[in-house]
């Protein structure tokens, strides 16, 4: 079975803060983790994938095998970064099928 | 980017109707669509994988019978709630696979909030 775990559900930094949003996983095989955004409003959308190492927005997010983790961060928050993300795993050997995914964080940056 | 449409984006319907989702992909084909249940200040759940063409795939625990889906062609699936309770008020969302990149990606529709007095 997979599943993935945001330990907050909550976070609250000051604008121009370093950010991290934690995520961990379980899954016995090799997974493909993501990180989804849901501004206020507005559909949920990908922010970035493991498997593509960028940065998006500032962000970014490193598998770490051993750790099962794969957790957000930005160093300098902005006020425009408050959102849920969530974040995901696909377990399958298609990448982006059947996602499984975590209870979510909000992030609220204040000015 | 790939825009997905659900209609309708809300509905209020009375306790033993049936309600009718449309999850539709509007500039790309999708030969498999998912469909997601989301209760308040909760996360996504997977409720089925739709397949164009065939059966969907549902997950544990969830009633085949009660969310009846159809993927009818490539750019449409929907989501029949049949026989409607109270418990079934939710948000469903739906999403799109789109396979024509370099990796495959979700794209996810506005959701559909479900009221049943």
């Known amino acids: 079975a997979q599943r993935v775990t945001q330990p907050e559900k909550l976070l609250s930094v000051f604008k121009g803060a370093p950010v991290e949003l934690k995520c961990n996983y379980s899954?016995?095989?090799?997974?493909?983790l993501f990180w989804y955004v849901q501004y206020s409003r507005q559909r949920l959308q990908l922010l970035l994938r493991?498997?593509s190492r960028e940065s998006i927005k500032g962000f970014t997010a490193d598998l770490n095998k051993g750790e099962t983790s794969f957790h957000l961060k930005k160093p300098f928050a902005q006020e425009e970064d408050s959102a849920m993300y969530y974040c995901?795993?696909?377990?399958?050997?298609?990448?982006?099928?059947?996602?499984?995914f975590g209870e979510g964080t909000q992030l609220t940056v204040n000015p | 980017g790939a825009v997905v449409s659900q209609h309708p984006s809300w509905v209020i319907c009375k306790s033993g109707t049936s309600v009718k989702i449309e999850c539709r992909s509007l500039?790309?084909?999708?030969?498999?669509m998912f469909w997601y249940r989301q209760f308040p200040k909760q996360s996504l759940m997977l409720m089925a994988t739709?397949?164009?063409?065939?059966?969907?795939?549902?997950e544990q625990g969830v009633e085949k019978d009660k969310f009846l889906i159809n993927h009818a062609s490539l750019t449409l699936s929907t989501l029949t709630v049949t026989s409607a309770h109270p418990e079934d008020s939710s948000f469903y969302i739906c999403?799109?696979?789109?396979?024509?990149?370099?990796?495959?990606?979700?794209?996810f529709g506005p959701g559909t909030r479900l009221t049943v007095l």
């Open positions: 995901a795993l696909s377990g399958q050997e298609t990448s982006g099928s059947r996602l499984t």
């Open positions: 493991h498997i």
């Open positions: 999403s799109a696979l789109d396979p024509s990149g370099y990796t495959d990606t979700q794209y």
């Open positions: 500039d790309f084909q999708a030969t498999t």
């Open positions: 899954y016995s095989g090799s997974p493909e």
């Open positions: 739709s397949n164009e063409g065939s059966k969907a795939t549902y």
